[in-house]
């Protein structure tokens, strides 16, 4: 198992947990709707990391993590209504994760190391010039 993979899995599992305490565990603060920008937060997370476990931007890596983000979103605003204490499903939450799940695909497309080579002028064993071969040279005639 790589870093990668189990920071991923350890993040799901934060969501999950964070999303089946009792509300009155939770803390409490004067903002109205700061528990908005958790929600948000969480699922820029959980994106950027799963991505970031496939290290690539493919279009099914993409939308394999799109997919289960949507439905960790809405589902763990499902089972809010089902566990048996103080936890109430809310459509805004639901959109607040989907709305960071969205916006760290986006950020991770942008960001992604393979955007941006490196500055150092080192050599970069992942770039198409490390692979290509050099011309053969040809003889004079």
């Not at 290290?55 to 394999?64: D, F, H, M, P, Q």
């Not at 993590?65 to 939450?93: C, K, M, N, S």
């Not at 916006?103 to 941006?116: C, D, T």
């Amino acid at each position: 198992m790589t870093w990668r993979f189990a920071a991923a899995v350890g993040w799901t599992l934060l969501i999950v947990a964070l999303c089946t305490l009792p509300g009155q565990n939770l803390p409490g603060t004067s903002i109205v709707g700061a528990d908005k920008f958790v929600h948000f937060g969480l699922f820029v997370g959980f994106a950027v990391l799963w991505l970031h476990v496939t290290r690539n931007g493919r279009t099914s890596a993409v939308r394999n993590v799109i997919v289960a983000g949507l439905l960790l979103a809405g589902g763990t605003e499902i089972y809010q209504g089902l566990i048996p204490f103080h936890r109430d499903p809310d459509l805004f939450d639901a959109l607040a994760n989907t709305a960071g799940l969205l916006s760290g695909v986006a950020g991770y497309l942008f960001w992604r190391p393979s955007r941006h080579p490196p500055s150092s002028g080192g050599h970069d064993p992942t770039s198409s010039a490390a692979t290509e071969r050099p011309p053969k040279p040809t003889r004079p005639d």
